[in-house]
């Protein structure tokens, strides 16, 4: 057998293409994509790194919002993308920027690259963890900058990031005093939920940030309902921007998949079909939405109280931000839970299999609306939202028409409602803190209300207060300051209105018919301006708050803002009487122009005559003289002379006072001095008594007692004994007594003693004797009888 060798080929390594030849490739490829042909991310030119990180997150067919924003970007337009909610924005600017900045192979010694500004902190947390996910192949360093966190800790690593995620606020407060921020370099701006990051909450930090940044860069503008004021965008300095709106031309502005439907029902009836809902549907997702902090919190801790069956979960603003990522984690994880939220929860939270949305309290706008009810049916899944509106909400459903969005009214059968009203009763008798958060809520609401811009819809006077307060379990309605302050001023400037009408129909009645009419027309329009000053008047008492509900009104929404109410036509005129700011400097100044001593305490005799106390007031008349002149300036001769004359009077002052403590010693010294004789007079009658006792007794014994004559003399027996102890005894005694004259001699060193604890001391003394010699005599006679 002849073995045939095979020749073994030798290993050649293969060429690896360096990445400028892999990013000049791609680069290339950008003008000829084809929107009609791209069905998953492979059709599109990403690099290799972009593509494992999505496909290790089952990223792989795109969206519509993706197919047609990805490609415009990568080619460098700036872009307003506008699409439902749900259809992956986050992904649709996420990916462009990872590729921007791979393509100029950007690194930690480039510093900032691409700013990502998000309207919350749960937004921002939850596009950081994608990024985390679908940039893991790319050597980018990314950085989650939010309020509630060590902001020590960002400081020192804000030059290391390339991708900033973060909110307004904490940039702002980076840009001002953190050292190691340069954002020169950076290239690409994306604002996700731009109509709200625009808003008139953040507009005076947008616009601080706009400023700090550099004018050559890209900027991708995302959002459900996209911004398109010619204000906002010219602000971001655009430079023909593309509007990709994918379901603009569709039939409803929500998802198909999402069922809509409202009610109607009364004010008191809420917290009943809340609960009875939640009793009823205890196997799903349910995220309920109310207008305000407070009324979260209440509604959280009373139905935590109660027990409905199923896992409770409140996200509010006022929560410390460690704690609110708890409960954001938490409740996407869980299969079957209840989110009570505010509209923190409303805006690009992707909830995963969230069953239903409840919206307690009607939104303030459509587009609030919309982003709520899209918490639930987002990519293809489906979902069912249920608007809770008042009688005097009800044109509410006609805005929502008008935008594309079907909802179907719901009819709720009465009898099968659960009413929680008498258990919430005996909770806040019991409890005082959940009854002041009640009192807090029902506030709380209230002027939330009364803060809404559009009256049309949101009136505060149509409110049932009574009893929406017995609803909440409170027995005794709180007082609404606000709403009081209000009518009173309502009711002034009534009257006034009603006098100056007087006034003028009078001086009417003598003119023509021409100049009746050029006065009707004046006083129409003096009417309407004192309409609008009623209108601000209302919204400057709403703001003046008291203490106890200052942290009710953080105005951060846009159809709050309190100027936009009143419309006039001279903007120069309504500038100039605007009040301005009072600083702590120009009020000090003021009290100083009125002469105005602060902390300055008189006090009178019985005469009524003021006491001059010395040690706070100048007593010479040179001294008092000094110090009413006006002119600048020390005189150092003049202040010599003050100190002179004013020294007399503290030397006075200073023999008084050691004269006062003298005096006092010598009162402690008398004090005691009684206190020794008085305890004398107390033992030398107690003695006394003592004696005519004994003599009594002896008297008595000799008199009336029986003979013992026959009984052996004792002395004859134990006299010396006797003796001995006797003289012991006085000799104790004298030492005593000598010892407590030392004492008594040394009044500041002594133990002071009570009379009454003098008398219980020598008394016992005198029992131990006794005592002592009852058992002597015992003793005695047992040795007689042995």
């Not at 616009?207 to 900027?219: A, F, G, W, Y």
């Not at 001294?623 to 004013?646: C, F, H, P, T, W």
């Amino acid at each position: 057998m002849t073995m045939v060798k095979k020749k073994v080929k030798a290993y050649v390594k293969k060429k690896r293409i360096p990445e400028s030849k892999k990013i000049d490739e791609l680069r290339s490829k950008y003008d000829t994509i084809d929107v009609t042909k791209i069905i998953k991310f492979n059709d599109l030119p990403l690099s290799n790194r972009t593509l494992k990180g999505l496909a290790e997150c089952n990223y792989i067919e795109m969206t519509d919002i993706q197919r047609q924003s990805i490609g415009l970007a990568l080619q460098g337009n700036d872009i307003l993308g506008a699409a439902k909610t749900g259809s992956g924005k986050t992904l649709a600017f996420l990916i462009p920027v990872l590729e921007i900045l791979y393509c100029k192979q950007w690194t930690r010694l480039d510093g900032l690259g691409a700013l990502i500004i998000t309207p919350t902190r749960e937004l921002a947390y939850q596009i950081y963890e994608t990024l985390r996910k679908v940039g893991h192949f790319h050597d980018i360093s990314a950085g989650l900058i939010i309020g509630g966190k060590d902001l020590k800790f960002e400081k020192k690593r804000m030059d290391q990031c390339n991708i900033i995620i973060c909110t307004p606020g904490r940039l702002l407060q980076h840009m001002d005093e953190n050292p190691l921020f340069n954002c020169v370099n950076m290239k690409i701006l994306v604002l996700d939920e731009a109509d709200r990051c625009l808003d008139m909450g953040f507009e005076k930090t947008m616009n601080s940030i706009i400023e700090n940044l550099p004018l050559e860069r890209q900027t991708l503008l995302f959002s459900a309902t996209q911004t398109k004021s010619v204000k906002d965008l010219a602000r971001l300095s655009l430079k023909d921007p593309l509007y990709v709106s994918v379901h603009e031309h569709s039939t409803h502005t929500t998802p198909e998949n999402l069922q809509q439907s409202y009610i109607v029902c009364s004010l008191e009836d809420k917290l009943a079909i809340l609960w009875s809902f939640l009793r009823n549907h205890t196997k799903q997702k349910i995220i309920v939405f109310f207008s305000s902090c407070k009324q979260v919190k209440y509604v959280f801790e009373s139905f935590c109280r109660l027990r409905p069956g199923v896992s409770l979960l409140a996200l509010y603003g006022t929560l410390h931000q460690l704690r609110r990522m708890n409960i954001y984690e938490s409740f996407c994880r869980k299969q079957h839970a209840v989110l009570f939220a505010t509209d923190i929860a409303a805006r690009g939270l992707d909830f995963p299999t969230v069953n239903w949305v409840i919206q307690m309290d009607c939104p303030e706008d459509v587009n609030s609306y919309i982003h709520r009810a899209g918490r639930t049916a987002r990519f293809k899944n489906g979902g069912e939202s249920l608007l809770v509106l008042l009688p005097s909400e009800e044109a509410m459903v006609e805005r929502l028409k008008q935008r594309k969005i079907p909802i179907n009214m719901i009819k709720i059968n009465p009898n099968k409602l659960q009413s929680p009203h008498r258990k919430l009763e005996a909770l806040l008798a019991r409890d005082v803190t959940l009854k002041e958060t009640a009192q807090r809520a029902f506030i709380s609401y209230v002027k939330s209300v009364f803060l809404m811009k559009d009256k049309e819809i949101f009136n505060v006077h149509a409110l049932n207060t009574d009893a929406y307060a017995n609803s909440l379990g409170l027995a005794i309605p709180p007082r609404i300051r606000f709403l009081q302050r209000i009518q009173k001023k309502m009711s002034n400037n009534s009257n006034i209105k009603t006098e100056k009408e007087i006034d003028k129909l009078s001086t009417n009645s003598t003119d023509d018919s021409e100049q009746e009419d050029n006065d009707s027309d004046k006083n129409e329009i003096l009417s309407n301006k004192n309409e609008e000053e009623i209108i601000k008047e209302e919204n400057v008492a709403a703001l003046e708050l008291d203490d106890s509900d200052e942290d009710i009104l953080t105005v951060k929404r846009k159809n709050i803002d309190i100027d936009d109410i009143l419309i006039t036509e001279n903007e120069d005129s309504k500038t100039s009487n605007k009040k301005k700011s009072i600083t702590k400097a120009a009020l000090a100044k003021k009290i100083l122009r009125k002469k105005i001593v602060p902390n300055k305490k008189t006090v009178f005799d019985d005469e009524g005559q003021e006491l001059i106390d010395s040690t706070k007031m100048k007593m010479s008349e040179l001294a008092r003289q000094y110090e009413n002149e006006v002119d600048s300036g020390i005189n150092i001769e003049m202040a010599k002379q003050v100190l002179r004359e004013e020294d007399q009077f503290d030397k006075v002052r200073f023999r008084e006072k050691i004269k006062e403590r003298h005096r006092e010693e010598k009162r402690k010294l008398k004090m005691a001095k009684k206190e020794e004789t008085n305890d004398k007079e107390e033992e030398e009658e107690e003695e006394k008594e003592e004696g005519d006792a004994d003599n009594y007794s002896s008297e008595s014994e000799t008199s009336e007692g029986p003979d013992l004559s026959w009984l052996p003399d004792p002395d004859k027996i134990y006299g010396k004994q006797q003796d001995e102890n006797k003289e012991m005894s006085f000799a104790n005694e004298e030492d005593e007594e000598s010892e407590e004259e030392s004492i008594i001699h040394r009044p500041f060193k002594r133990k002071l003693v009570t009379q009454q604890e003098h008398k219980g001391i020598k008394r016992k003394r005198k029992v131990s004797d006794n005592i002592d010699l009852q058992a002597d005599e015992e003793l005695a006679l047992q040795l007689i009888k042995n």
